[in-house]
């Protein structure tokens, strides 16, 4: 997903072993920022965008069968979970959803989750938790049901460069990258704690 100014589209699902494209994407009125595919079936899609908007497209082959505005302002970013029905959007208005990835419904909303825009979301690979990130120069870890677990800072006196913008679940490691380019991991055992005052380690050598 992204956007073509020539043609209007704003992502393609595609069809690997027939090597062509499945499904355009055009029903967004804005740049789409974010996909994710369910991962049982039946196979269903959900783009985010600029627009403030969650399209659903069920298939193969694939097409639209729903556009609904859902935050206040741009949905940064939109992730299934791996092991149930479970799927999360986060949006610059500060607040996310929980959402049923078979029916597309929000389960559960939480506003103000974050002081600023949230741009990313990952899941544990259990699907008992997930993450987030933030302008707030900050990365939180949430339950499944939206319960807020540890808040994980970047630095005790964070800068502009320290926003938030990535982050994602490895084994052994939650891992952001911050607007500076650095990459901030923390150990599974440290995300046990309620308040993290700085990463494990962090990683430099992007220049932003």
């Known amino acids: 997903v992204g956007e ?7 992502g393609g699902i595609l069809n690997i072993k027939l090597k062509k494209t499945d499904c355009e994407m055009s029903a967004h009125g804005g740049r789409a920022l974010g996909v994710t595919m369910k991962p049982k079936r039946p196979m ?10 969650m399209n659903s497209f069920q298939g193969p082959p694939f097409s639209l069968i729903k556009n609904e505005k859902i935050h206040g302002n741009f949905i ?8 149930n029905n479970l799927m999360v959007t986060v949006s610059s208005d500060k607040s996310f959803h929980i959402l049923n990835s078979d029916s597309g419904e929000i389960i559960k909303t939480i506003k103000d989750a974050h002081t600023g825009s949230i741009y990313s979301v990952c899941w544990f690979e259990d699907g008992a938790r997930f993450a987030t990130c933030s302008a707030d120069k900050t990365v939180k870890v949430w339950s499944q049901e939206g319960e807020l677990l540890s808040t994980l800072s970047i630095a005790e006196t964070p800068a502009i460069e320290d926003m938030q913008m990535g982050v994602a ?11 500076s380019g650095d990459i901030n991991l923390w150990q599974d055992q440290t995300l046990a704690a309620k308040e993290v005052a700085k990463p494990d380690q962090v990683i430099s050598g992007h220049n932003v």
């Not at 073509?4 to 704003?10: A, E, L, P, R, V």
Request: net charge positive; aromatic share 8%; with cysteine.
């Open 4 to 10: 073509n100014t020539h043609s209007g589209k704003f």
């Open 76 to 83: 940064n970013g939109i992730r299934a979970c791996p092991v």
């Open 44 to 53: 269903k899609v959900f783009s985010v965008s600029e627009d403030n908007t």
């Open 169 to 179: 679940k490895i084994q052994g490691y939650l891992l952001s990258v911050s607007l």
